[in-house]
């Protein structure tokens, strides 16, 4: 875990020092939000994962393509992006908390189930959720977190026809290197080159979780985690991930809504979940009125 | 005698063949052109829509236009792997009397999209890879400039007047308003989702952009460099990409590659008026000069439709290269 976390914070003052200037809070450094709504600041959060297992460092990569590509966006309509980071001396827990109190608007990671009672509090920034390891089943609105990877039910074959050829499906994810319409060739590509490496589910729910916070700030043109709480959960609440079809929030489970991939031994990828394009008969407008009803009320 | 009369012949022979030779050469002249992104090619076309000839390339074409005159057509050229450098990279200049290119162009990396600038001294083009726009002198052939715009840039547009130049973002949702003079970016405007196309209407006052994921076509005020308005097409479900305008600036044309349709936008109402059947996935569009005729280039069907604006119906359906992309209709007599 520790190594981990640190590895997204080396990842982080890289990109601050070499590649792009992109404003870091020094560790444990108290932000001041200056000038709102013209910032935007992030907590990011330890992505937990073994030793032998990469799926930490694919998120945390895909947090800094997508935070990197979030400032130059932003700075086209006069936005800053800042990135919080807890001080290494805290443990687990401890940073999480302290990461959930200084970010005034969103924390994106993983958080673990222990810290989850303190984003029950009032004023609490918003959660984007990028652990799914075990993916377990969303619908749970107690940690009012937006989850953008798919939960087992989701990627559980729907029809008969769906679990017969289940078989020859290797897994289901919400993306894979070998997409390529729909700006998911470019995307790939970028990925590839800045850091080598096939570009994941994990790193793709990393870059689109800042990619989705900026777009809601910008169009709602306000950092009030309040705000784009009721923007997410409303019909307007639709992103674009590279999938070819809106992405939004389901306001019952705050599950994204996406396609989801079969990749087969054959060699095929196959869709195996289509959201419906127009999902307007089944949303609340405004503000959802569900069992995850924004916070602020 | 025999020189008097010998006189006399050639001056009949050049009475009598002379209009024959010129009508000839105008017959053999392109209206349309079509890039071919599936196999390297161009298709050349008559105003009645015959293929006259197709034109071999070396790289994969996309953007695609004609020169003022109507002699020349220049043309995007890139690799069939995106973001990556190569030296098939380029706008080509082709001579369509000679039928060959005559000249590439440098326009930055992994040129998609292009715009020509009305005096036809700059074009800018959209750089995918380096999320910038790079302004090349004509007459040099050297890139000028090298503007930074959104992520992902694509669709660019000059005004009529060629004083601005806008060039869509695809990952940034943005529009970004260049300067075609200073060469500087003066603006940038958020649009719906993804946007692809974009065009001005001919009298210079809005701007249109096609937002593929959004399902819109937004309308900008060119004069104030803001978005004044969002017309939603197909319920959202169309995917639109390529834009044609009438000449009289009152309605768009908006090829809608996922329904395999055409919509039309009347822009005094700002609403969605009509859709017109065509082939599979259309993507790039055309209008005739008249404004009688519209082509659309169907990536999916390997063909173009050529539609009769009034009757709002396919006129006819013509075979060209594979997966064609790009459409133009030369924009003088040629």
New interface residues.
């Given amino acids: 875990m520790t190594g981990n976390f640190r590895s997204v914070q080396l990842s982080f003052a890289l990109t601050c020092l070499v590649a792009l200037p992109v404003p870091l809070a020094a560790a444990g450094q108290t932000v001041e939000v200056r000038s709102p709504p013209h910032r935007l600041v992030i907590g990011m959060l330890a992505l937990r994962s073994s030793p032998d297992d990469s799926s930490g460092e694919s998120s945390s990569n895909g947090l800094t393509l997508g935070i990197e590509?979030a400032q130059?966006?932003g700075r086209?309509?006069g936005w800053e992006i800042v990135v919080v980071l807890p001080p290494d001396s805290l443990p687990t827990i401890e940073a999480q908390r302290y990461l959930i109190a200084s970010t005034p608007t969103a924390i994106v990671g993983d958080l673990t189930r222990s810290a989850l009672p303190d984003l029950r509090r009032t004023i609490a920034p918003l959660y984007l959720d990028l652990g799914s390891a075990p993916r377990r089943p969303h619908g749970e609105c107690g940690d009012r977190a937006f989850r953008l990877l798919p939960s087992n039910r989701s990627a559980q074959p729907s029809t008969k026809a769906d679990t017969e050829i289940t078989t020859d499906r290797l897994s289901v994810v919400a993306w894979h290197p070998a997409l390529e319409r729909?700006?998911a060739?470019?995307?790939n590509?970028?990925y590839r080159?800045r850091f080598g490496t096939n570009m994941d589910e994990r790193a793709w729910a990393g870059w689109l979780s800042i990619?989705v916070l900026l777009?809601a700030a910008?169009?709602t043109g306000t950092s009030d985690h309040c705000t784009l709480e009721r923007f997410f959960l409303s019909a307007t609440g639709?992103?674009?991930g590279?999938k070819?079809?809106?992405l939004f929030f389901d306001p019952q489970t705050r599950e994204l809504v996406q396609p989801l991939y079969a990749p087969r031994r054959s060699g095929e990828l196959e869709m195996v979940s289509v959201p419906p394009?127009?999902d307007a008969t089944s949303r609340v407008p405004g503000m959802g009125g569900t069992r995850c009803a924004p916070t602020c009320g | 005698m025999t020189t008097r009369l010998g006189a006399i012949a050639l001056v009949a022979r050049a009475v009598l063949f002379q209009p024959v030779f010129a009508q000839l050469g105008s017959v053999s002249m392109p209206y349309a052109v079509v890039s071919n992104e599936g196999s390297h090619d161009i298709s050349l076309l008559s105003e009645s829509g015959d293929l006259l000839y197709t034109l071999r390339l070396p790289s994969r074409p996309r953007g695609i236009a004609f020169s003022k005159d109507g002699r020349r057509v220049f043309v995007a050229l890139s690799d069939d792997r995106p973001n990556t450098e190569a030296t098939g990279d380029a706008i080509a200049e082709v001579d369509l009397q000679a039928r060959r290119i005559v000249r590439r162009i440098s326009a930055g990396t992994d040129p998609e999209t292009f715009a020509i600038t009305p005096d036809e001294r700059t074009l800018f083009s959209s750089n995918e890879d380096a999320g910038t726009a790079s302004a090349t002198d004509l007459r040099t052939g050297k890139v000028s400039a090298t503007l930074v715009v959104g992520i992902e840039p694509e669709g660019v547009a000059a005004s009529p007047d060629g004083r601005w130049v806008y060039v869509t973002a695809e990952t940034s949702n943005s529009v970004s308003m260049i300067d075609a003079k200073t060469k500087r970016v003066v603006a940038n405007v958020l649009v719906d989702a993804r946007p692809r196309g974009v065009v001005f209407t001919p009298n210079g006052r809005m701007a249109l952009v096609s937002a593929e994921i959004g399902g819109t076509l937004s309308i900008i005020d060119v004069r104030s460099h803001s978005l004044s308005d969002a017309v939603t097409l197909q319920q959202g479900r169309g995917k639109p990409v390529g834009i044609a305008v009438s000449p009289d600036s009152k309605f768009a044309f908006v090829a809608n590659g996922a329904t395999h349709s055409v919509s039309v936008v009347d822009l005094i109402a700002r609403k969605e008026i009509a859709t017109i059947p065509v082939g599979k996935r259309p993507w790039g569009i055309a209008i005739s000069r008249d404004g009688r005729s519209l082509y659309t280039a169907n990536g999916g069907s390997d063909d173009i439709s050529i539609i009769d604006v009034a009757t709002r119906r396919v006129r006819s359906t013509v075979k060209v290269g594979a997966k064609p992309w790009g459409i133009a209709v030369a924009r003088g007599k040629n």
Avoid: I, M
């Fill in positions: 590509e130059r966006t086209l309509f729909f700006g060739a470019q995307l590509e970028r080159k990619k777009d910008l169009r639709r992103f674009d590279h070819g079809v809106p394009s127009n």
